[in-house]
């Protein structure tokens, strides 16, 4: 989820259960919701998005729930593998601004244990 | 390879001695963003660019300048630096904005 100060959250889990990141957004107006991953040393990667019309999306391994009406979004990530091992951000691209503009939270850590 | 580079990769300077961080795409994207990362604050938007000539600014675009006068190009200006742009930038390229490729990151020291 969002983390407020210094610290970030942090998700243990054990490698082939699966994980579940959360994420509350702020700006119900928001048209775009994307989560990235940030392996140690290396930029972000986008992993999926989904558009505020749409409640689910699914990927390889991986699905996006959106939840308007409490302004929340989780990423779940089916049989964790060591290389899940990241930190998770959630960003949102507020609607009547650029496709560019996108806020990012503060990010989850994920930790796989063997 | 499809890439998004930038230099230099590490940088420690002095508050006020003006510097550059570049930034270069190869993908023919459109749109392309700065971000600075701080540890507990995630990553902030500095300035984005939606086409040649066109930029606006991010959530933190104080204290930097941004030109786009070439579509692969972003370059970075810090006309004077100071220590609280002690920071990890990264630079970013889109097709349409919102799947973002992010290059290697920039770390930056203003001592």
């Known amino acids: 989820g969002e983390s407020v100060g210094l610290h970030l959250p942090t998700l243990s889990v054990q490698e082939g259960d699966n994980s579940i990141i959360n994420c509350a957004y702020s700006n119900s107006a928001s048209d775009y919701f994307i989560w990235y991953k940030q392996e140690s040393g290396k930029g972000p990667q986008f992993i999926i998005d989904?558009?505020?019309?749409?409640d689910k999306r699914q990927g390889q391994r991986v699905t996006v729930l959106l939840n308007k009406t409490v302004k929340h979004l989780s990423l779940q990530i089916a049989a964790t593998q060591p290389g899940d091992s990241a930190v998770y951000f959630c960003a949102e691209n507020p609607a009547y601004s650029s496709a560019s503009k996108i806020i990012f939270g503060s990010g989850t850590r994920l930790s796989i244990r063997p | 390879e499809a890439q998004v580079t930038q230099n230099p990769r590490y940088l420690i300077t002095v508050t006020g001695k003006k510097l550059t961080v570049t930034c270069s795409q190869n993908?023919?994207?459109?749109?392309m963003s700065w971000y600075r990362q701080d540890p507990g604050l995630g990553l902030r938007q500095i300035y984005y660019?939606?086409?040649?000539?066109?930029?606006d600014k991010g959530d933190v675009p104080e204290g930097y300048k941004v030109s786009r006068k070439e579509k692969r190009n972003f370059p970075l200006i810090l006309e004077s630096p100071s220590p609280n742009q002690t920071s990890l930038y990264f630079c970013?390229?889109?097709?349409?904005?919102?799947?973002?490729?992010f290059g290697p990151g920039t770390r930056l020291t203003v001592t």
């Open positions: 660019s939606m086409n040649v000539e066109v930029t």
């Open positions: 989904i558009r505020s019309n749409m």
């Open positions: 993908m023919n994207h459109e749109y």
């Open positions: 970013a390229s889109s097709l349409r904005g919102r799947e973002q490729y």
